[in-house]
């Protein structure tokens, strides 16, 4: 694995920090660059069976009360997709986050796609059609959502198809972090029917070759 550059100048203050439950979605994303980066850090559990995130301490770092957190020095950050790019502009790996702004942009718009346009198919999905939880058990939006999702999964499967062997061409990116979870999620949900996609799966088998994907990704958790 190919290990990242770090520019001059960005030297650690402190040990990274990362603040969120082992086992939630956007918290395993970061965990999984953690590990592609093989940085080390600190982890503090929060979240459902864990600290409150409505707990005062929390909310001084992120008063929206949502993991993950990452705080590394005098930084503090949240959302997910905001700490993957962080986290690759601080170590130099610009073979995950190139500096040109239009590769750059070749990576982001996927992450993107991932926040904006999947995250209701996921809720209906995963979160209704497979847990049963309300309100996204309501018939229409597990119906909605499973529908989709397997839009997208066309979609993503178009783009290797196209381009492959991952989402921007021939090299692992920050664009197959969200998208590789999206992907883990779709072949980990029970209830549901998937259609046949030989690049989807081959995709997944290429991704479940990475150490970190396999330890925080394809776990046993959906």
Known sequence: MAKPRRKAGWGRLAMLKLLGRSNAYNVRKVLWLLGELGLGFEQEEWGRGHRATEDPAFLVLNPLGTVPVLVDGEVVLRESHVILRYLAARE???????????????????MDWVAYDMTLAMKGAYLGGELGLAPWSAPWAVERGRMEYAQGMRRVAAALEAGGPYLVGEAFTLADIPAGFLVHRWFAMKDIERPAMPALDAYYGRLSERAPYRTHVRNGLA
């Open 92 to 110: 130099g790996a610009t073979h995950l986050l190139p500096e040109a702004p239009a590769a750059r942009a070749r990576v982001e718009h996927w």
